[in-house]
T-cell receptor, first 114, second 114 residues
């Protein structure tokens, strides 16, 4: 199994630009999670999906952030417009089903907003 | 927010030494997970614990689910340079029921001197 795939691995953009982060989950996993990691706040859950449906987006910082999962093989996290304080590492993680709590993380996207 | 205290924050040891780190909370957890994060990568699952008192090993790693369900520890025996990284505990809070959310500790940075 290829594991969780994220792209790009690194993104540098200017303030005000739109940023789109992509995730391909492990095949057959029903749950997909988006996290943000910073030195100050550690790992924060932004949103998670179950069977492509957003279940809890209470961690999304503000309306500039949006996430979609159009099918079981793909999810995006979009920031529009981006701000310097959005600079962080964004992780996608997936979980097989409701019978396990184990989440498998992708390699992350390091976002720098200038 | 929910609190999950992880200690120590960092450890600097000599190769061959044993390492111990732990996570504690004032709340009860029904699952404990231990992850390791290498620089520039996502967290990788090391050990999963599902029952109070459970003691599980994975090579040189041993973890236990505290009997009170409020703590967990991870031991690494005979450390080697590739053990370097950040170790995170994560748990599923019993009080949250079936929320699919994991609470992450703040991490323990481990440095191993060859």
């Amino acid at each position: 199994d290829a594991g969780v795939i994220q792209s790009p691995r690194h993104e540098v953009t200017e303030m005000g630009q739109e940023v789109t982060l992509r995730c391909k989950p492990i095949s057959g996993h029903d749950y997909l999670f988006w996290y943000r990691q910073t030195m100050m706040r550690g790992l924060e859950l932004l949103i998670y999906f179950n069977n492509n449906v957003p279940i809890d987006d209470s961690g999304m910082p503000e309306d500039r952030f949006s996430a979609k999962m159009p099918n079981a093989s793909f999810s995006t996290l979009k920031i529009q417009p981006s701000e310097p304080r959005d600079s962080a590492v964004y992780f996608c993680a997936t979980r097989r089903d409701r019978n396990t709590d184990t989440q498998y993380f992708g390699p992350g996207t390091r976002l720098t907003v200038l | 927010g929910q609190q999950l205290n992880q200690s120590p924050q960092s450890m600097f040891i000599q190769e061959g030494e044993d390492v111990s780190m732990n996570c504690t909370s004032s709340s009860i957890f029904n699952t404990w997970l231990w992850y390791k994060q290498d620089p520039g990568e996502g967290p990788v699952l090391l050990i999963a614990l599902y029952k109070a008192g459970e003691l599980t090993s994975n090579g040189r790693l041993t973890a236990q689910f505290g009997i009170t369900r409020k703590d967990s520890f991870l031991n690494i025996s005979a450390s080697i340079p590739s053990d370097v990284g950040i170790y995170f505990c994560a748990g599923q809070l019993l009080s949250l029921g079936w929320t699919n959310k994991l609470i992450f500790g703040t991490g323990t940075l481990l440095a191993v001197q060859p």
